[in-house]
């Protein structure tokens, strides 16, 4: 499957972005999926997942009740929507999927995942 990430930008902080990462080559509701993020000088680190049927969602401390992960099936493509941005939010985010059979559950470590999309560019301005 190939992944791309769209929808980064630049937002002032306490303001919204929504990504989108669509997928093609394969049918993205066999895959589990997760958004995670990079900032400058920092280690790869998890965001958001949700589950093949989009039932289970998992967050992050740092971002839960502002993020909201979400999947249409129907058009192969994961969302995350992200409000209350602050500064500390900057940062290269990345989706990834991991095909799986079981249905239930999420994934939260990269090193679960075997197929990321390119990143986009998430910058918050204090």
């Known amino acids: 499957v190939q992944l791309q990430a769209s929808g980064g930008g630049l937002v002032q902080a306490g303001g919204s972005l929504r990504l989108s990462c669509a997928a093609s080559?394969?049918?993205?509701?066999?895959?589990?999926t997760g958004w995670f993020r990079q900032a400058p000088g920092k280690e790869r680190e998890f965001v958001a997942a949700?589950?093949?049927?989009?039932?289970?969602?998992r967050y992050a401390d740092s971002v839960m009740g502002r993020f909201t992960i979400s999947r249409d099936n129907t058009k192969n493509t994961v969302y995350l929507q992200m409000d209350s941005l602050n500064a500390e939010d900057t940062a290269v985010y990345y989706c990834?999927?991991?095909?799986?059979?079981?249905?239930?559950?999420?994934?939260?470590?990269?090193?679960?995942?075997?197929?990321w999309g390119q990143g986009t560019q998430v910058t918050v301005s204090s």
């Open positions: 990834a999927a991991d095909r799986r059979i079981s249905t239930s559950g999420v994934l939260t470590n990269a090193q679960e995942y075997d197929y």
């Open positions: 080559g394969r049918t993205l509701s066999m895959y589990f």
């Open positions: 949700i589950s093949r049927s989009g039932v289970s969602t």
